[in-house]
Nanobody, 114 residues
Framework: QVQLVESGGGLVQAGGSLRLSCAAS????????MGWYRQAPGKQSELVAV???????SYADSVKGRFTILRDNAKNTVYLQMNGLEPEDTAVYYC????????WGQGTQVTVSS
């Protein structure tokens, strides 16, 4: 079992920055990838960014060049550094871990005002 706890959401003006954190606990040795998804009201869930245990990263086209996913293996924590935020980035952001099963955090709200 893997437990994920997210933090760092909030309200920010367009053009601003936020940093989300996702701390993993439990069977963290079994995790081979972690990522961030988001879901805006009335829209489908979207994969934002993912990082593998080897450090490989992938991003949604809509956030490339603005968001960076980082992983601190010593702390079992993944971060999503979000710069140049836009109102379209407003959503609930969920941390995800892929191990023998998929695990999810509780979600953190990000609101970007215009």
């Amino acid at each position: 079992q893997v437990q994920l706890v997210e933090s760092g959401g909030g309200l920010v003006q367009a053009g601003g920055s936020l940093r989300l954190s996702c701390a993993a606990s439990g069977s963290t040795f079994s995790i081979n990838a972690m990522g961030w998804y988001r879901q805006a009201p009335g829209k489908q869930s979207e994969l934002v960014a993912v990082i593998t245990s080897g450090g490989g990263t992938s991003y949604a086209d809509s956030v490339k060049g603005r968001f960076t996913i980082l992983r601190d293996n010593a702390k079992n924590t993944v971060y999503l550094q979000m710069n140049g935020l836009e109102p379209e980035d407003t959503a609930v952001y969920y941390c995800n871990a892929k191990a023998r099963a998929y695990y999810w955090g509780q979600g953190t709200q990000v609101t970007v005002s215009s």
